[in-house]
């Protein structure tokens, strides 16, 4: 099992909609939850950081971390053609460790 | 969000040459920075950990020799590629990872790193 999962996609949603991306860890002491959005040839981008169960809301963005599931989500409200990218979730164990594991990202595709 | 600046952002290099690229964060002191490498559709590889003033922490499988990690400063890591052949030819990219709530970790600009 993969320390960090998610859907590679492609996933297609019209301009206009809420786009879900999912995310699961299998490590149950993992601390920290972040959301990069990686457009093509470029880094990531930091869009969201998460550290405790429910939702933390930033403007269009909604994380959301359920620790008993071992799930976190990223909902994009009224999806934009700039928001079509790869789109990483990362785990952070614990505070004294920085290290970051990565999924392999969902790549998002806004529909016009 | 921080400021992280990698440099340089691209770069072609003969085969058996040395690549030096620098990574400094703009806007607070970090004492960790990471070193990744990216192929074309395919997820981020960390390659190491660099801490300031100590040794860098390499991944399993990444040579140490060919790879040279420096992290001088509070604000400054470089990785050099040793001896470059085409198969290094990749996206580097660098993060600082920021003390606070969590650690959030901001990434630089990134290197496409061609080697002919």
């Known amino acids: 099992q993969k320390e960090v999962e998610q859907n590679s996609g492609p996933l297609s949603v019209p301009e206009g909609a809420i786009a879900s991306l999912n995310c699961t860890y299998s490590?149950?002491?993992?601390?920290?939850f972040f959301w990069y959005r990686q457009y093509s040839g470029k880094s990531p981008e930091l869009i969201m950081s998460i550290y405790s169960n429910g939702d933390k809301e930033d403007g269009r963005f909604t994380a959301q971390l359920n620790k008993a599931s071992q799930y976190v989500s990223l909902l994009i409200r009224d999806s934009q053609p700039s928001d079509s990218a790869t789109y990483l979730c990362?785990?952070?164990?614990?505070?004294?460790?920085?290290?970051?594991?990565f999924g392999t990202g969902t790549r998002l595709t806004i529909i016009p | 969000g921080a400021v992280v600046s990698q440099h340089p952002s691209r770069v072609i290099c003969k085969s058996g040459t040395s690549v030096k690229i620098e990574c400094r964060s703009l806007?607070?002191?970090?004492?960790?920075m990471f070193w990744y490498r990216q192929f074309p559709k395919q997820s981020l590889m960390l390659m190491a950990t660099?801490?300031?003033?100590?040794?860098?922490?390499?991944e399993q499988g990444v040579e140490k020799d060919k790879f040279l990690i420096n992290h001088a400063s509070l604000t400054l890591s470089t990785l050099t590629v040793t001896s470059a052949h085409p198969e290094d030819s990749s996206f580097y990219i660098c993060?600082?990872?920021?003390?606070?709530?969590?650690?959030?970790?901001?990434f630089g600009q990134g290197t496409r790193l061609t080697v002919v």
């Open positions: 660099s801490n300031e003033g100590s040794k860098a922490t390499y």
């Open positions: 993060s600082a990872a920021r003390q606070g709530r969590g650690t959030e970790a901001f």
């Open positions: 806007d607070f002191q970090a004492t960790t």
């Open positions: 490590d149950r002491v993992s601390q920290s």
């Open positions: 990362a785990v952070n164990k614990d505070f004294g460790n920085e290290k970051l594991t």
